[in-house]
């Protein structure tokens, strides 16, 4: 495939862009194009984002706690959209209880602290289609 | 001693290492410098003017002149979540066992000016603080608190004219007049644009409700600190040490040029600002920042400003230890980290402190983490010997050459923000954003590549369970919000309200805030203590608002 497209994202309220902002860096140092949305993005605005740039991947971080709510609206914004196979990614501040709903609605994968971010690179490279 | 005879041995020294080294080699990564001797700092004909005594300019030794004999720092747990009950419970349990002041934490909506039936407040009502929505919710946050009794700190920036002025709502219903209430509001929008991300109106407006703050508080709450110029947030976004010091007091130095153009003397509104830091992994690095700071800000208050006071000189300061460095891996390791982090604030001479706890690198803290967090306060207050005597660490070859290195590193930055125009044209231009981004990545690089060990991280890592009773904010604290809400703005009573809010009273005192905000001489906080009286909610005062002000365009840059 071509050159792999990733928008990462900020859903929500939540102003800590430290590791979205690390992680859109390191994806461009292995390659791939990275769109960053900025803060405070609906779901709605991310998911119209997505099939603008026409990516392959969306990366979301949340630190507040409200990815439970955002998280898998952003899922079904974005298949609505007719997107079926964008790979759909978070991290953040998670707990682990919290993970199993998230991948049950979509999310492919979730990173938690302490993550290198060779980790994500890996796992997109592995599952982007 | 001469220096020549030092100097000779030094080289002695040097050489014999040399050869030990060349056998035997010293871990990788390390500061270059080995050891640090009296060739390293200023000669003692520099003692007056550099370091000094404490309580005196340029206070590197520290404000008071007696620091922690006088009494210890003041323990002030930030806190806060869910609604305003639930939280009250937290502050009050603090107090029972030793807190010394409060720390309100607020949640998103709250703190970007939003009501919680806001549609973009939509899970997020009561999860990184407490939701506020009106005087109502503040009535109840602050039920069975003396305010005339407890000093009160409120992570507040944007909306902070509102919060400050339901605080001082609620004191007078308690009795307490507004001169005698002791505290602080955030009220740093800057570091809001470079780091911290809570804005809601551009730089101008924004800098004018900061200044009309400054104004009203120095007549009517003179004992309020009405700003934490802070570095915190900055230090968390991932910049270095001297960083977070220097582009503090380039903020700060953006905030005392605004009130002067605004036309105050300096010394009527300088001896209430107040800093806040953050307490980092390096223990003598951190000391050493603190003491640079408060030789940096006396000196441009003096040199200047042309301040007078030497209270307008003083770099008070509030740390938190950094969040930033807890992890989410074996996470009771956390315990030790805060508890250096805490050894290095307290030798570092600061006036205030928040200890995290060990669970939060995965959740909001428990009571049971959030009692270790507060008990590490008091190890360390009584039973380290580290508050007996004032500024301990002066003259250590290695913290004074440091304070020098991170003082210097300062100016620099500040004279590079001055040639951009000053710290607001430096974050318009996305030149401090993009300073503290390219530190972040390089810890970030450092870690993955094992140029610096995390314990559990990178290194000494295991297999876990996962963490169990971690706090969790119940997805109907939004809901009970929203009801609460409807009732308010119905008309209803709510809380001890013996009738509910009178709507023609609310549209009135948001027409005539509306019309203040057009009047740039006006000062907006009268007419907002006006409204919120009235039980206007926050998300009311604020859409006013943001209908004069606009909103401010963030500057997006990787």
């Known amino acids: 495939m071509d050159k792999i497209k990733v928008l990462v994202a900020k859903p929500g309220l939540d102003g800590h862009d430290r590791g979205a902002k690390v992680v859109a860096r390191a994806l461009r140092d292995a390659g791939f194009e990275v769109v960053y949305t900025g803060l405070r993005q609906t779901p709605e605005q991310i998911a119209e984002a997505a099939m603008q740039e026409d990516v392959n991947v969306v990366a979301m971080s949340i630190l507040s706690g409200a990815h439970p709510h955002l998280f898998p609206k952003v899922v079904n914004l974005v298949r609505e959209k007719g997107m079926k196979d964008t790979l759909i990614i978070g991290g953040g501040v998670i707990p682990e209880g919290d993970i199993p709903a998230l991948k049950e609605a979509g999310i492919a994968e979730v990173f938690t602290p302490g993550t290198p971010t060779t980790a994500i690179v890996d796992f997109i490279k592995a599952n982007v289609k | ?558």
């Not at chain 2, 050869?19 to 080699?25: D, Q, R, T």
């Not at chain 2, 000053?422 to 401090?432: C, D, L, Q």
């Not at chain 2, 805030?513 to 007419?527: G, I």
């Open chain 2, 1 to 558: 001693m001469s220096n020549e005879k030092i100097k000779a041995e030094l080289e002695k020294y040097e050489a014999a290492v040399a050869k030990v080294v060349a056998k035997n080699p010293e871990r990788a990564h390390l500061p270059e410098q080995r050891l640090y001797t009296p060739l390293d700092i200023k000669g003692v004909e520099a003692y007056t003017d550099e370091i000094g005594f404490p309580g005196e300019y340029p206070f590197t030794r520290g404000v008071q002149p007696t620091m922690y004999r006088g009494r210890f720092w003041t323990m002030r747990m930030y806190a806060g979540f869910s609604t305003a009950k639930a939280s009250n419970e937290r502050y009050r349990y603090l107090i029972a066992n030793g807190g010394t002041g409060l720390s309100c934490a607020f949640d998103l909506p709250t703190q970007i000016g939003y009501d919680s039936d806001d549609p973009i407040s939509e899970g997020e009502v009561g999860k990184v603080g407490v939701a506020i929505d009106s005087l109502a919710d503040m009535e109840v946050l602050f039920d069975q608190i003396d305010l005339g009794k407890v000093s009160t700190s409120m992570t507040i920036n944007a909306p902070a004219s509102v919060l400050l002025s339901m605080y001082i709502a609620v004191a007078e219903e308690q009795g307490v007049p507004a001169d005698q209430l002791r505290g602080t509001i955030q009220n740093d929008i800057l570091k809001e644009y470079a780091a911290r991300g809570t804005y809601i109106f551009p730089p101008k407006p924004s800098m004018r409700i900061i200044t009309n703050i400054f104004e009203y508080c120095s007549k009517n709450v003179p004992k309020w600190n009405t700003i934490s110029i802070s570095g915190y947030h900055i230090r968390e976004a991932g910049s270095t040490a001297s960083q977070e010091i220097a582009f503090t007091i380039a903020d700060g130095i953006a905030y005392v040029d605004a009130a002067i153009k605004a036309g105050m003397d300096v010394d009527d509104f300088a001896g209430r600002l107040s800093f806040f830091w953050n307490a980092h992994n390096n223990v003598l690095e951190e000391v050493a920042k603190f003491r640079a700071s408060r030789r940096v800000w006396a000196k441009v208050m003096k040199e200047r400003f042309g301040a007078k006071k030497p209270k307008s000189m003083m770099l008070r300061v509030h740390t938190q230890t950094a969040g930033s460095m807890l992890t989410a891996q074996q996470p009771n390791n956390n315990i030790i980290r805060v508890a250096l982090q805490t050894a290095a604030a307290v030798m570092g001479g600061t006036q205030s402190l928040h200890t995290n706890s060990r669970d939060e690198a995965l959740a909001l803290p428990t009571q049971e983490s959030v009692t270790i967090a507060l008990r590490t306060q008091q190890i360390v207050a009584n039973e380290s010997g580290l508050a007996d005597v004032i500024d301990p660490l002066a003259g250590s070859y290695y913290v004074e050459a440091m304070t020098d290195r991170i003082e210097k590193e300062a100016w620099d930055y500040i004279k590079k923000i001055d040639e951009l125009g000053g710290a607001v044209a430096a974050i318009e231009k996305g030149y401090i954003q993009k300073e503290i981004q390219d530190s972040a990545y390089k810890w970030q690089m450092d870690v993955e590549n094992k140029r610096r060990i995390i314990v559990g991280v990178n290194e000494y890592t295991m297999e876990e369970e996962p963490p169990k009773g971690l706090l969790k904010v119940d997805a109907s604290v939004g809901v009970e919000q929203c009801k609460k809400l409807a009732d308010l703005k119905a008309g209803k009573p709510i809380n001890k309200m013996t009738k509910g809010r009178d709507n023609e009273a609310v549209k009135a005192a948001l027409a005539e805030l509306k019309d203040a905000c057009k009047n740039e001489k006006e000062n907006l906080m009268p007419h907002i203590l006006k409204a919120v009286k009235t039980y206007a909610t926050l998300g009311e005062i604020c859409n006013v608002m943001r209908e004069v002000f606009g909103l401010y365009e963030a500057h997006v840059s990787l």
